[in-house]
Structures are given as C-alpha cells and as structure tokens.
C-alpha cells in the first residue's frame, strides 16, 4: 500500500526508525506539509497519516484513493471525522501513549513554582550567595506540598496519573469530571463540583479534551473563585482558559502563577496575552515529546497500520 506521512517531523525529528514502517508498503514522510500542498501530496496514497495537518471535509472528498488516517496523536480534531464516516475511510488515534510524560511536566511546573530552582541559580552563578551575609537565602517564599491540595479538571489517563503522583507528595486532590467514579476514590482523592475544586484547590491542573463546553472554561468568572495566590496549569488544549483572562489575573496577582504547554495558536503569536504575564511559565507544546513516548507513539502507529492491513482495525474513533 502507498503510506503517506504528512508531518512527520515533530514525532521523529531524526532520532527515531521509520523502518517498521517501510515493511507495510512504500513509505513517503514529509517533514512538513503546508496546507495547500495537502492533496497533492496525499496523490493516490491509500493510507495518510497525519500529525496537525488538517484534514478537511473538501480534502476527504477530493483524495479518492484513500482508505485509512492514521492520527499521529491522541487528540483528532484535525480529522473532519464525520466527511471521513461518509466515504468509509477509517480514522484512528493513539491513545495514552504521553500519559506519564504529561504528568511529569505538570509536577515540574508545580515544583518550580515551590523552589524557583532556575532563578535560584541564575542569582548564585552571578554571585549573589558568593557575596550573601548568611550561609542562606531565598528569594521567593518556599512552598511544601505536603498537606496542599491539588484540583484536577479532567479525570482521563492523564488526570489520574497526575493524582498518582500527587499523592506520593502527600498532597490532597479534588477532581472535576463529566463521569464521576466513586471507586476511584481514597482518603486524598475526592470528586466535587467545578466551584469546588476552583475554590479548594492550591494548584488547578486542567485535563479535559477541547469541546464546545470547555472552550473558556477557565475565564474571569471561574478565576475570581480560586484562592487568591493559587496557580494554574494547562497541558491539555489551549482555548481551555481564556488567555487575557488569565493573563489580567496574574498581573494583578489573583494568580501566583500560571504554567502552560498548549496555547490558542500554535506556535505561539507575539500578541499572546501571556507573553510577559506575570509569573507565567510557556513551554512550546512538548510535554507529549519524552524520547519515550515519542518511541511508545511510533509502535502503535505502526500497529494501527499494521491491523488494518491486516483487517482488525484497533483504536478507531469512527466506528
């Protein structure tokens, strides 16, 4: 079969194998692929796979041959999934293949924000404790985790794996989910109303997927019930929360601080709001991007394509 990869780049930037690949047909990967270039380079590809290219309803109809999309991710969005139904063309995902590695950066976030270990340093290796009275300083007060609590907003494989962790911290977490389950409950874990976790919580991570209902989600109204000086944290999508809203919270100081992966437009626009915010931390989208699980990400792709070929599709999300 004729593989088409659309934007390989991002997954595998050289230090990955796309060999597994190459023995389930003739594999052709694109860096990049700007818009307009997409149907031309899909041709009469039977099989594209699609990291966040697009893939509209006009480009579903127009490329006859294909069969099969294959998100490079977990999220697909970028599929016009119901065009794709129409024309019998299979979509899949790749599911939870970042889950620890998410988690991870939303606890070294949350640790940066208790220690400030990067300006901590910054302030010694320009001899600042070299020239300190005392044999200690800080600049900024030290927080333990130990007792704080942690609200979740979205309670999926992420969420959970975010829970795990701050538990060992002896933390307590509050979760708000569209699906409560009473059995995932402990003495630390509790779910509570969305008021709840905004008003409890010392730390908000948010985990929920982008829909109509959580787009803003977290905007004037909702900041104004979080303690003042709370934090927040966004590595799910980023029109979750309203980023001049959030960014006028950290200004004035409603926000302690506020750690985002994912924001409105990617890459970022030099008129982002949170640009220059106050105590706002901005990674450029790579929490997914462990070698790990970006290795993890490959052996399934490769096992989607693989068990449609084979005639067993797994992780359809157009069944």
């Known amino acids: 079969m004729n593989i088409v990869v659309l934007d390989g780049y991002a997954m595998n930037p050289g230090d990955l194998s796309w060999s597994e690949m190459e023995k389930l047909g003739e594999l052709t990967v694109y860096d990049r692929t700007p818009q307009e270039f997409v149907l031309k380079r899909i041709g009469d590809a039977e099989i594209v796979l699609t990291n966040k290219v697009i893939l509209s309803r006009d480009i579903i109809e127009k490329a006859t041959s294909l069969k099969y999309i294959g998100v490079m991710a977990t999220g697909y969005n970028v599929v016009d999934i119901e065009a794709a139904t129409e024309r ?9 293949y970042s889950t620890d590695s998410v988690a991870q950066l939303v606890f070294a976030y949350i640790l940066e924000f208790c220690h400030h270990v990067g300006e901590h340093n910054r302030i010694v290796q320009a001899g600042g404790w070299t020239a300190s009275k005392d044999f200690s300083f800080w600049k900024y007060p030290l927080i333990e985790l130990k007792g ?16 795990r962790l701050a538990e060992v911290f002896g933390m307590y977490v509050r979760v708000f989910s569209r699906t409560v389950r009473p059995e995932l409950e402990t003495d630390k874990i509790k779910f509570v109303t969305l008021n709840e976790v905004l008003e409890q919580s010392d730390f908000v991570s948010i985990h929920c997927p982008l829909t109509e209902e959580t787009k803003g989600l977290i905007n ?34 409603k926000l302690g601080g506020a750690a985002v992966d994912v924001v409105s437009v990617e890459p970022i626009l030099r008129e982002n709001p949170l640009l220059g915010a ?42």
């Open 88 to 96: 019998g063309i299979l979509v899949t995902n790749v599911p939870a």
């Open 148 to 163: 704080k609590t942690l609200g979740i907003i979205g309670y999926g494989s992420i969420g959970r794996a975010v829970a």
């Open 220 to 253: 004037k109204n909702n900041i104004l019930k979080m303690k003042t000086g709370a934090y927040l944290i966004n590595t799910s999508r980023g029109p979750v929360i309203n980023e001049k809203d959030v960014a006028d919270a950290l200004n004035s100081g």
């Open 278 to 319: 106050q105590n706002c931390i901005i990674t450029p989208h790579f929490a997914w991007a462990s070698f790990e699980a970006r290795t993890r990400l490959m052996e399934t792709l490769v096992s989607n394509v693989r068990a449609f070929i084979q005639g067993n599709p797994v992780n359809v999300v157009n069944k």
